[in-house]
């Protein structure tokens, strides 16, 4: 059996995605730019595109850019936003996806601005009263950037509060939203954000493209020079093909988002279940209670930790991961891992869910498990 538990890492293609993009692949090829018919369909597709992902968001059309991945959108906030705002402080968490934690270390290596990196609890909760008395005595315009759910552990980061933090002193925010993006309401009107990033291959869309929701009335300078795309922010043809097909993984998954979410979490629920009474001296990683509904993060003892593990389950046909999403199948150490202070005897491995998963595949997985054990 084949069972795909890393889908915090990516998600497969829906069925309709696909069906989409073959047609669209046939029938418009047209490049967005020109100004032939060929070309005003395509602009057209486009544009409503963004209308529908704005919609979603209860954003304005204006706000959002389309980018090529949720990586890609952080960096531009992050090296673009620093120039157009005379940023001198950026502020992030210890727990931060490695694109904003290198990125903000770049940063501040090259330019004069000071990097503040602030620790996170046991549980992966930065302690919010740190980053107020930071703000609060902070000189020159600040940046922060909190990821809104964790990558590796699931924990998930009340971005409501923070951003009225942010707002009270006069700090721009910006939160890294990929995991959480079409499996949570969002509603930007109702929160202090200034930019959020969003990539489709997290929500059954295709790899390559994703996008940046920017308030309007904050702006950035362009990352990448030309013919003018995206509001003269990211010059070059648009990757038509696959912003259609994350229009409507999007417009799929959330359609689809309490039936998926229900069925999600009864798996997880199950698995939960089977490994505390099949396993002894498990233990999971993260809030169990404010966490991803997609991911469980699982610390095995000491007598799994190997660095054979993530390669005996990937030979039974079971894809999971022990480190960051973009590191996946890579069995090295984790700087969440270590920032909540799991010990270096323990394995943890993330698994990752979407609503194509059974329970059958968990009994599989469980009983794979227990055969390690026993080796």
């Known amino acids: 059996m084949n069972v795909y538990f890393d889908n915090a890492a990516t998600t497969p293609l829906h069925n309709e995605v696909i069906a989409l993009m073959h047609q669209t692949a046939i029938n418009m090829f047209g490049n967005p730019s020109s100004s032939h018919s060929f070309g005003r369909k395509s602009r057209a597709a486009i544009e409503q595109a963004r209308k529908t992902i704005a919609k979603y968001l209860n954003a304005s059309p204006l706000e959002i850019i389309f980018t090529s991945?949720?990586?890609?959108?952080?960096?531009?906030?992050?090296?673009?936003?620093?120039?157009?705002?005379n940023i001198k402080h950026i502020v992030i968490s210890e727990i931060e996806h490695k694109c904003v934690l290198n990125t903000a270390e770049e940063i501040c290596n090259k330019q004069d601005v000071e990097l503040h990196i602030?620790?996170?609890?046991?549980?992966g909760h930065l302690k919010i009263n740190d980053l107020s008395s930071l703000l609060e005595r902070l000189e020159g315009k600040v940046l922060v950037s909190i990821m809104h759910a964790n990558n590796e552990i699931g924990t998930i980061a009340d971005?409501?509060?923070?951003?009225s933090i942010c707002k009270v002193n006069n700090a721009l925010f910006h939160s890294d939203t990929v995991q959480t993006i079409a499996h949570y309401p969002f509603d930007v009107k109702?929160?202090?954000?200034d930019f959020i990033s969003g990539s489709a291959h997290k929500f059954h869309g295709p790899k390559g493209v994703g996008f940046l929701y920017m308030k309007q009335n904050v702006k950035v300078d362009a990352l990448i020079q030309g013919g003018g795309q995206e509001r003269n922010l990211r010059s070059g043809t648009e990757n038509l093909l696959s912003i259609i097909a994350m229009e409507k993984a999007l417009q799929v998954s959330i359609e689809n988002m309490q039936t998926w979410r229900t069925q999600i979490e009864d798996i997880k629920k199950y698995f939960k279940t089977q490994l505390t009474a099949e396993i002894d001296g498990i233990s999971f990683n993260g809030d169990?209670?404010?966490?991803?509904?997609?991911?469980?993060?699982?610390?095995?003892?000491?007598?799994f930790h190997t660095?054979?593990?993530?390669?005996?389950?990937?030979?039974?046909?079971?894809?999971?991961?022990?480190?960051?999403?973009?590191?996946?199948?890579?069995?090295?150490?984790?700087h969440v891992i270590s920032a909540i202070g799991i010990p270096e005897n323990r394995q943890s491995i993330r698994f990752s869910f979407s609503h194509y998963n059974t329970k059958?595949?968990?009994?599989?997985?469980?009983?794979?498990?227990?055969?390690?054990?026993?080796n």
């Open 69 to 85: 991945c949720g990586t890609e959108s952080n960096n531009m906030v992050l090296k673009m936003g620093i120039q157009k705002h």
């Open 118 to 123: 602030l620790k996170v609890n046991k549980l």
């Open 159 to 163: 971005i409501k509060k923070i951003g």
């Open 190 to 193: 109702d929160i202090e954000v």
């Open 288 to 303: 169990q209670e404010n966490c991803l509904y997609t991911v469980l993060s699982v610390s095995f003892p000491e007598r």
């Open 307 to 334: 660095d054979m593990f993530l390669f005996n389950l990937d030979i039974k046909g079971i894809a999971v991961s022990g480190g960051s999403a973009c590191s996946s199948g890579a069995n090295k150490g984790s």
């Open 360 to 374: 059958k595949e968990v009994d599989y997985v469980i009983e794979i498990l227990k055969s390690l054990e026993k």
